[in-house]
């Protein structure tokens, strides 16, 4: 069956190093892949997408890498702040899903913390 | 970017009653509207897929007669959790067909 999977359920990390979350998928194949932040209480907020042809995409601290081949996403957040802290989920589009922002399914999130 | 608003953002009912979400399209056209479910600590599940002037497509294992979506303008599409029990207390949020989401409304069933 379909699967993602984002390894850890928790990550705290110290205010200025590189945050790095996974999220690795099984028996899919994507056209997508999307990167989300989810505040307590909050809808979840979009941050990037990649696609299945892009190994690498970028925005401001942001950087999130795709490889089609070990079914596999990473998101990092450089210079972190205790700002960042949140919960991050990834999700597929997947190529049957119909439209390009279509059904989305999400990894269970990890929990980002990091200590000033 | 596109805002997608809900109403209400929390609301508690007793065990039994029918409880109606808005969610709506502030500045944008929604042909399509994704309903999902949030329990804590878990992730988001899709719940069905609204499509303005037709009938939703419901995901399996999600009952469409206690879970009626109704998609009838290119900007509200409302949820209602009908007969609601204290299993149905949720997070429940909506999303447009971009990746924009609504607030969320959070639901507790007494």
């Known amino acids: 069956s379909q699967k993602i999977e984002q390894n850890s359920e928790a990550l705290n990390i110290q205010e200025g190093k590189t945050a790095t979350l996974t999220c690795n998928y099984t028996?899919?194949?994507?056209?997508?892949l999307q990167w989300y932040r989810q505040d307590p209480g909050r809808g979840p907020v979009f941050l990037l997408l990649i696609r299945e042809n892009e190994k690498e995409k970028r925005k401001e601290r942001l950087k999130v890498t795709f490889d089609t081949t070990l079914k596999q996403s990473l998101f990092h957040i450089t210079a972190s702040q205790p700002a960042d802290s949140a919960t991050y989920l990834c999700a597929l589009v997947g190529n049957a899903g119909g439209t390009s922002y279509g059904k989305l399914t999400f990894g269970q999130g990890t929990i980002l913390t990091v200590h000033p | 970017g596109a805002v997608v608003s809900q109403h209400p953002s929390w609301v508690i009912c007793k065990s039994g009653t029918s409880v109606k979400i808005e969610c709506r399209s502030l500045?944008?056209?929604?042909?399509?509207m994704f309903w999902y479910r949030q329990f804590p600590k878990q992730s988001l599940m899709l719940m069905a897929t609204s499509n303005e002037g037709s009938k939703a497509t419901y995901e399996q294992g999600v009952e469409k007669d206690k879970f009626l979506i109704n998609h009838a303008s290119l900007t509200l599409s409302t949820l209602t959790v009908t007969s609601a029990h204290p299993e149905d207390s949720s997070f429940y949020i909506c999303?447009?067909?971009?990746?924009?989401f609504g607030p969320g409304t959070r639901l507790t069933v007494l």
């Open positions: 028996n899919y194949s994507p056209a997508y």
């Open positions: 999303r447009s067909s971009g990746q924009f």
């Open positions: 500045d944008f056209q929604a042909t399509t």
